[in-house]
């Protein structure tokens, strides 16, 4: 079973920027549409940004213009650059399959403050 390990998140200011990074274990990941979710609390999970196996990027509107989504098949690795950061984008993030087939692995928490 492919595993999911999400990372990068943390404490930052309004305006500020992170990275995001979800490595997957298995080598299904170069051949699946691959997206980051985020709940925030008393929330849905919602996709944020999708990413094809071809590189073609969807984002929600929300954080589109300041979120960049990639993805390194070589390394199994799927990136989120977040700038811009507002307090609304506060919430864990995971990464998965698009459509979600795999397990969530246990999310990287994202706090932005006022």
């Known amino acids: 079973q492919v595993q999911l390990v999400e990372s990068g998140g943390g404490l930052v200011q309004a305006g500020g920027s992170l990275r995001l990074s979800c490595a997957a274990s298995?080598?299904?990941?170069?051949?699946?549409?691959m997206g980051w979710y985020r709940q925030a609390p008393g929330k849905q999970r919602e996709v944020v940004a999708v990413?094809?196996?071809?590189?073609?990027?969807n984002y929600a509107d929300s954080v589109k213009g300041r979120f960049t989504i990639s993805r390194d098949n070589a390394k199994n690795t799927l990136y989120l650059q977040m700038n811009s950061l507002r307090p609304e984008d506060t919430a864990v993030y995971y990464c998965?399959?698009?459509?979600?087939?795999?397990?969530w692995g246990q999310g990287t928490q994202v706090t932005v403050s006022s």
């Open positions: 998965n399959t698009v459509p979600i087939y795999l397990n």
């Open positions: 990413i094809s196996s071809g590189g073609r990027t």
């Open positions: 298995g080598s299904i990941f170069s051949i699946n549409d």
